[in-house]
């Protein structure tokens, strides 16, 4: 006899659908380097979008060469200070950390989140360039006081692996940076791809019918419309995790793959639209410019990691961007 089958509602990815421990994102794994010593990610926050026009970079495009509408994210991307470095080691019980230093020069605002060495303590840098490692990851944080449109102080703090060439020159460029601020430019070029990590828009409890898509029931239900025919079976006497179900919708760690960076902005009047960007107001320190949507709601931290799933995409020298709108977004 035939076996009835029905397609599951939804992404196995994308479950359990709950809530994100954090508002800023999780990086959970990391390309592999390239031959010279490098950041592997960066931060920034969440302006807005407008749109730009570019001259069409894709090659498999219907309108290469010629000059499209497209529309465009802003992510503010001030300098990340570097607090600190950690050397991992790689044991049957995974990473552990072998050794950890301190910058000298720490943020005040920095003891909000997390308990640091106090100042004026030199950090032992003896030897560190001769350690038996696995991975180097630089600890950084975030500055919200040189972010106008961040309403708060407290950083938000992550480590970010150095990759590339050997791993003496890895501990030799961390130190290098120890206690200093990175501007994006240290991490990305104009054209290049990057993977984006954010937390989307949170939504709250929703019912099935918007979480899930699933259809109304017909006019001549006698109940309700927007509830589920049925549960499942009586046999696995338990509701099965194909069921779709009300519970929480958004506020989840998602990954972009694969965007493009159009610009990097030092000049922040080249990009403030009329009335400054909703909900977030000018921007005043670095920017780039990213290719279609992201994750997240304004003011939001987001995420960069150099791509894991490139396949073939390639690094465009320089965008053509003609023109970005600067026209108010206040809706007047």
């Known amino acids: 006899m035939a076996k009835a089958h029905k397609p599951r509602r939804g992404s196995v990815a994308y479950s359990p659908r709950k809530r994100a421990n954090r508002p800023h994102p999780v990086v959970k794994s990391w390309p592999d380097g390239g031959s010279e010593p490098k950041m592997q990610g960066f931060a920034g926050y969440k302006a807005g979008m407008t749109h730009a026009f570019v001259v069409d970079y894709r090659p ?40 950890e230093v301190w910058s000298e020069k720490i943020d005040k605002d920095l003891i909000r989140r997390v308990p640091v060495p106090a100042k004026g303590i030199k950090p032992d840098l003896k030897g560190l360039d001769k350690e038996d490692a696995d991975e180097v990851r630089l600890i950084v944080h975030t500055i919200p006081r040189n972010v ?112 493009r960076i159009l610009k990097l902005g030092k000049d922040p009047s080249e990009i403030n639209p009329k009335g400054g960007f909703l909900h977030y107001g000018n921007i005043e320190t670095n920017y780039v410019l990213i290719h279609g949507s992201i994750p997240g709601p304004t003011k939001r931290l987001v995420r960069f990691r150099d791509p894991i799933r490139s396949h073939g995409h390639v690094d465009v020298k320089t965008p053509d961007l003609t023109y970005v709108s600067t026209a108010s977004k206040q809706g007047k």
């Open 60 to 99: 498999t495009s219907t309108t290469t060469g010629q000059e499209v509408q497209i529309p465009v994210t802003v992510v503010e991307v001030p300098p990340l200070k570097v607090a600190g470095v950690r050397i991992y080691e790689e044991d049957a019980y995974g990473k552990r950390t072998k050794k």
């Open 148 to 259: 106008s449109g961040i309403p708060k102080k407290s950083p938000e703090i992550m480590e970010i692996p150095v990759g590339g060439g050997t791993i003496s020159e890895r501990i030799k460029y961390a130190i290098s940076h120890l206690g200093k601020e990175v501007p994006f430019s240290e991490f990305q070029i104009e054209g290049a791809m990057v993977d984006i990590i954010s937390v989307t828009k949170g939504k709250g409890f929703q019912g099935l019918n918007k979480r899930f898509g699933v259809k109304l029931l017909t006019h001549k239900n006698s109940k309700h419309r927007r509830m589920l025919g049925t549960q499942g079976p009586w046999h696995p006497s338990w509701i099965m995790s194909t069921v779709p179900n009300s519970g929480q919708m958004g506020f989840h760690n998602r990954t972009e793959y694969n965007k």
